[in-house]
């Protein structure tokens, strides 16, 4: 389909990578002028619309490769590792990113419960081409960067369509899913929650399971079906993308971030980081950190 209106849009209010135009809530403009290495972070619930380039993002085993007119749905708290593959000066990628309000889903339950739709992705990532039923709406919302009072008032109602219209389409199979109280995807996502709050804990299946309100088996088995790794898995993915930040950000040395994010032994710790990142942790030490080690400011 026809994403130039949006694209020029997207240009004009992000023209370069660093520049961010007036903000509209949920939604961010995201740009960058070169292929990126790999780069880990926690995405909420979200939608992902590739405008321009190309990037991979993986979650768990699962795996995508988004083009230009792509579009991802991310239903759960997921730790995601991606990489832009396709971008440059001229053609930078460029990807329009909407936060997904799971209280507006919850709220849309009773006028979608009885649609008669396609069966849903088990999976906590879908990934489709862009259709006009949500494109629409949501160029409509990106253009109200032109009037904030306009945003103020129309705003709301967009972002209601915009999340109605994504129930809808094939993309939104597991929200759908997230829309019934005792669903595989509404009790994982109550593990998934605690999880997200106790990281740095040490959190058995069982207690997990537990929570969730459902035996070991069953839940280990949906838990990976759903998000495409394992509990003790993804409690890793956590810690190890909350330690790239405390070094990068924080300036705290190796061993005081393997012991901030729950790891008992920092070896330990520098293998699994060199193992998911591709560098040991030392690498990614803040220069104000390290120039403290030296004895300089």
């Not at 330690?243 to 971030?257: N, W």
Request: aromatic residues 6%; hydrophobic residues 40%.
């Amino acid at each position: 389909m026809d994403l130039s209106h949006l694209t020029t849009l997207a240009r004009k209010y992000c023209a370069s990578e660093n520049a961010h135009g007036w903000k509209l809530p949920q939604l961010t403009i995201y740009r960058r002028d070169k292929v990126s290495a790999i780069e880990a972070t926690i995405y909420d619930p979200v939608l992902c619309l590739i405008l321009q380039g190309s990037k991979v993002t993986s979650i768990g085993d699962q795996h995508a490769e988004l083009n230009q007119g792509d579009a991802l749905v991310v239903s759960h708290d997921l730790p995601v590792a991606s990489r832009i593959t396709k971008a440059n000066q001229q053609e930078p990628y460029i990807a329009v990113i909407l936060s997904l309000d799971l209280g507006v889903i919850r709220g849309l339950y009773d006028q979608v419960a009885g649609a008669k739709l396609a069966e849903a992705n088990a999976h906590s990532l879908s990934t489709w081409q862009a259709e006009p039923t949500w494109v629409e709406p949501l160029t409509r919302y990106v253009a109200l960067m032109e009037n904030p009072m306009d945003a103020r008032v129309l705003g709301p109602s967009i972002l209601r369509e915009i999340h109605y219209r994504l129930l809808l389409s094939p993309i939104g199979g597991m929200l759908r899913r997230l829309l019934v109280a005792d669903s595989h995807a509404s009790l994982i996502a109550k593990a998934i929650d605690k999880l997200r709050h106790e990281f740095r804990t040490s959190i058995s299946v069982s207690d997990l399971a537990h929570h969730a309100g459902m035996s070991p088996s069953s839940f280990h088995e949906h838990f990976k079906s759903v998000t495409g790794t394992t509990p003790i898995q993804y409690q890793k993915d956590l810690r190890l993308i909350e330690a790239r930040t405390a070094l990068v950000q924080r300036g705290l040395s190796v061993s005081e971030t393997a012991y901030s994010v729950g790891y008992e032994s920092p070896t330990h710790f520098s293998r699994d980081y060199r193992k998911k990142f591709s560098v040991p942790p030392s690498r990614d030490v803040s220069p104000t950190f390290q120039n403290q080690q030296n004895g300089s400011i």
